[in-house]
């Protein structure tokens, strides 16, 4: 069962443009919502994360927008750049519950290529 | 701090041998896990190691795998007998527990493993 709807599988954009990926969620016992950059040959890295109780997070070029009742959330990739060709993961935290601690949930991926 | 390392980086075998994977978390780091990323899934959540005990092994797809942390610095992911389905890149990830919330997850570069 995928916890987490990612859209869409892949991207292209024109550089100056924005990317926009979207992923969706069922538990609402999800707490916390990563995103994640991965480059060819390497681990994801996080980029951007937002909690539930907030709408909208901004760092630089890359704003989270979330929204609860709808149990969606996006990346926004302002003036996109080459160097942003890369996969995205959306992810989704939740607490584990015997053992304390908690894990991520992640989406299936985006492949997004920036274009000159 | 180097990081998580993973080694080998990339592993060839034949269906039916054993192979073993290695993970060095990042020094202080006492929770660890093991994800497997593939084309068709994306990235699984294997296991989650908090300060050396298995927390949370729901996610290892079999009997044929099984994962060791002997000690905070190093963690093992072993696949006896290996099957081509099992071909995937594998990620090690480690994090800080802190409060019963795990900070943010720092990936190695992964162990691609191919099985013919």
């Known amino acids: 069962q995928q916890q987490v709807k990612q859209s869409p599988q892949s991207l292209i954009v024109q550089k100056g443009g924005i990317s926009i990926i979207n992923c969706a969620y069922e538990n609402t016992a999800f707490d916390y919502f990563p995103w994640y950059q991965q480059f060819p040959g390497k681990g994801p890295a996080l980029l951007i994360a937002i909690r539930p109780d907030v709408s909208e997070k901004k760092e630089g070029r890359f704003t989270i927008s979330f929204n609860k009742s709808a149990k969606q959330f996006s990346l926004h990739i302002m003036d996109s750049q080459p160097g942003d060709s890369a996969t995205y993961f959306c992810a989704a935290r939740r607490k584990v519950l015997t053992g304390g601690g908690n894990k991520l949930t992640f989406g299936t991926g985006t492949q997004l290529k920036v274009e000159l | 701090d180097a990081g998580v390392i993973q080694s080998p980086r990339h592993e060839v075998t034949e269906m039916g041998q054993e192979v073993t994977l290695r993970c060095k978390p990042i020094?202080?780091?006492?929770?660890l896990f093991w994800y497997r990323q593939t084309m068709m899934r994306g990235l699984e959540l294997l296991i989650y190691f908090n300060n050396n005990v298995p927390i949370d092994d729901s996610g290892m797809p079999e009997d044929r795998f099984s994962a060791k942390m002997p000690n905070a610095s190093f963690s093992t992911l072993k696949i006896q007998p290996s099957e081509p389905r099992d071909s995937a890149v594998y990620f090690c990830?480690?994090?800080?527990?802190?409060?019963?919330?795990?900070?943010?997850?720092?990936f190695g570069q992964g162990t691609r493993l191919t099985v013919v």
């Open positions: 990830a480690s994090s800080l527990r802190s409060g019963g919330w795990d900070t943010e997850a720092f």
């Open positions: 020094s202080g780091h006492n929770s």
